[in-house]
């Protein structure tokens, strides 16, 4: 405007920024698509001038600013964050074009230091080039099993000195920590305890370690936070579960890494992306969760991780979903995990191999730039 000796946004000023605009939505979760009163905006617009002020309502529906149609309005490109998640987008927003690039994580920060050690062993610079993750599957099993056990160890003491519980290093550890919200159902293990428990006795013993802070103001964040440990107090004694404080991003890195099985039991279709399971494929720790988000694009079950139901759940089944979720997660553990892990360990080994290969080769930051690169910053 400045360049042009304009003192109004007109419509060609918005017209010329938008082929310089992207826009990648998140979540479809309510709460991620902020909206503000027009009175709001005028306040803050003040500042800037008459020449935003006086076409603000311009940008409102009803005298409401809504952030994800302003930014649908003004870009050229848009995306979801998964294949699932561009789908659950076009429904929402039916007029737009919306394109999907599935999120990555960075490789380099967070395969933890022991896993690192073999891969460096193996496979050359797969720091500069991550695709090359796949060779993986040529790493000894007895290499990736030591480097495992090694992590498993560092998490075991790490989380016993800080909170107490008493882990064992032998007994299969399943690790869930993300943000505590009702969609992500952090307490669908507890569904069944007595169920629970009698798959513990009966397949191998199994101990959990829990992470998670809620939103300071998502009181059923904070719920959900206080019904685990509600259940931890019923199990004390039979099942030991460790609820880690204060999740952060050290307390992510030895937890994706330490643990044996990265659980995530979300709602569908409200996982957008998830992407701390991807975080643990990159360690070789296989996923077992609800078909959603990332995972529908990186479960081959029984070869990069397990499924929980059918995918077929979150469309209003008619059925009792949560009851069916948790059934299925009981049975997966029960008659598919378990067994492998206690008494087939060269198999759970592919299992994690596999994970690294497949799944860490491509759900990484360097292919989710590329992307971004060719599909929407120079396309
Ligand atoms: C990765 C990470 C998350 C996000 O996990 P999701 O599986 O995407 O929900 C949240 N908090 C921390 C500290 C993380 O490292």
């Known amino acids: 405007m400045k360049r042009r000796g304009l003192d109004e946004v007109t419509r060609e000023v918005a017209v010329a920024v938008k082929p310089m605009c992207v826009f990648t939505t998140h979540t479809p979760v309510p709460a991620g698509h902020d909206q503000f ?38 870009s050229h490109y848009v995306n979801g964050v998964a294949k699932k998640h561009g789908e659950i987008s076009r429904q ?24 690192r050690a073999v891969i460096d062993r193996h496979i050359a610079a797969w720091r500069e080039d991550n695709a090359s993750l796949r060779y993986a599957l040529g790493i000894p099993r007895h290499e990736l099993w030591a ?21 064992f290093s032998n007994a299969f550890t399943i690790g869930f920590a993300r943000r505590a919200t009702p969609y992500k159902r952090a307490d669908l293990l507890f569904h069944d305890l007595q169920r629970l428990l009698a798959l513990h006795r009966s397949a191998g013993p199994i101990q959990v370690v829990y992470g998670g802070k809620a939103h300071p103001r998502d009181g059923s964040g904070k719920d959900l936070i206080r019904q685990i440990f509600a259940q931890i107090a019923k199990l004390k004694g039979q099942l030991t579960v460790a609820y880690v404080e204060d999740y952060d991003i050290a307390a ?21 992306s998830g992407t701390s399971g991807m975080k643990a494929a990159m360690n070789g720790v296989p ?93």
């Open 287 to 379: 996923q077992l969760s609800v078909l959603d988000g990332w995972w529908i694009e990186g479960c081959i079950e029984n070869v990069t991780g397990w499924a929980i139901g059918d995918g077929n759940t979150g469309n209003g089944g008619g059925i009792d979903e949560r009851a069916f979720d948790a059934e299925s997660l009981y049975n997966k553990l029960e008659t598919v995990i378990l067994p492998m892990f206690y008494r087939d360990q060269d198999r759970y080994i592919d299992v994690m191999r596999h994970a690294i290969a497949l799944n860490g080769s491509f759900f990484n930051t360097e292919r989710m730039v590329d992307q971004y690169v060719r599909k929407a910053y120079f396309r």
């Open 92 to 115: 929402m927003f039916g007029q737009y074009k919306v394109d999907s690039i599935t999120n990555g994580v960075h490789a380099g920060t967070w395969i933890s230091p022991q896993i």
């Open 37 to 74: 009163p027009l009175s709001m905006l005028r306040r803050v617009l003040t500042d800037y001038g008459d020449a935003y002020n006086q076409r603000a309502v311009e940008f409102c529906l009803d005298n409401v600013l809504n952030m994800t149609y302003l930014a649908l309005d003004n």
């Open 252 to 272: 992510a890195r030895r937890m994706v890494a330490g643990v044996d099985l990265w659980l995530n039991t979300p709602q569908p279709p409200l996982e957008a």
């Open 147 to 167: 480097a495992h056990r090694a992590a498993k160890q560092d998490l075991v003491a790490w989380v016993n000195q800080r909170t107490g519980a008493s882990l």
